[in-house]
């Protein structure tokens, strides 16, 4: 079945840093690939995707490449803020499975000044 | 704009009660589904819906049912509540298979 695996969180680095979070995943045929972020006491919002390999989504300074020769889609911003901080979530989704995203475990980003 | 709502936010039940969680989406999409969010698990799937009338299970729909009479509203029913039903409860919809899934703000549930 599919299956994505996240770093471990928490993640924590000052402001301007760089940031990477990896994810790898495990999945039949051509999944489309997501990273969704949930800021405290709010629901899961969609970040950025990609729908096919080579992709690169991009969003809020925030980028991800779909690698299907190493399964992977990583997470990375050159410069990060305080607002960043959040946990940040990988996900497939098979072509021709109704409804159902498979997430990775989440990866709690911490930002300090 | 209200996008999917979800009510209560907060609830408290004791072993045994029985209660339904709201979720209600006013952008006409026909898929529709509902999360749990445990730590250390990520978000797992309990039932989800294609269209009015239609639902299915998910990874772990023991202990829940659920219906969608219409289009808009996709209420999640715990029929006896067990302390191992303690867990942030997600709403989510989408128009179609592959597209952007938006969800609700969550709803967190305390089993005593």
């Known amino acids: 079945g599919n299956s994505v695996t996240q770093m471990e969180g928490p993640v924590t680095l000052s402001e301007e840093a760089f940031l990477t979070i990896n994810c790898t995943y495990t999945?039949?045929?051509?999944?489309?690939l997501f990273w969704y972020v949930q800021y405290p006491g709010e629901g899961l919002q969609l970040l950025l995707k990609?729908?096919?390999?080579?992709d690169k989504g991009s969003n809020k300074g925030f980028e991800a490449t779909y690698r299907k020769e190493t399964t992977s889609f990583h997470l990375e911003k050159g410069s990060v803020q305080v607002s960043d901080s959040a946990v940040y979530f990988c996900a497939l989704k098979n072509t021709g499975t109704a409804s159902k995203l498979t997430f990775g475990t989440g990866t709690r980003l911490q930002v300090t000044l | 704009n209200a996008g999917v709502t979800q009510t209560p936010k907060f609830q408290v039940l004791k072993t045994g009660q029985s209660m339904t969680l709201q979720c209600a989406q006013d952008m006409n999409h026909e898929y529709m589904s509902w999360y749990r969010q445990d730590p250390g698990m990520g978000l797992r799937l309990i039932h989800y819906?294609?269209?009015?009338?239609?639902?299915d299970q998910g990874e772990v729909p023991n202990g829940y049912n659920v219906s969608r009479s219409t289009t808009e509203d996709f209420p999640l029913r715990l029929l006896s509540a067990a302390p191992s039903q303690t867990s942030v409860y997600f709403c989510?919809?989408?128009?179609?298979?592959?597209?952007?899934?938006?969800f609700g703000q969550g709803t967190r549930l305390t089993v005593v």
């Open positions: 999945a039949t045929g051509y999944p489309s």
């Open positions: 990609a729908t096919k390999a080579d």
């Open positions: 819906s294609v269209g009015a009338g239609i639902t």
């Open positions: 989510a919809s989408r128009i179609q298979q592959n597209t952007e899934a938006f």
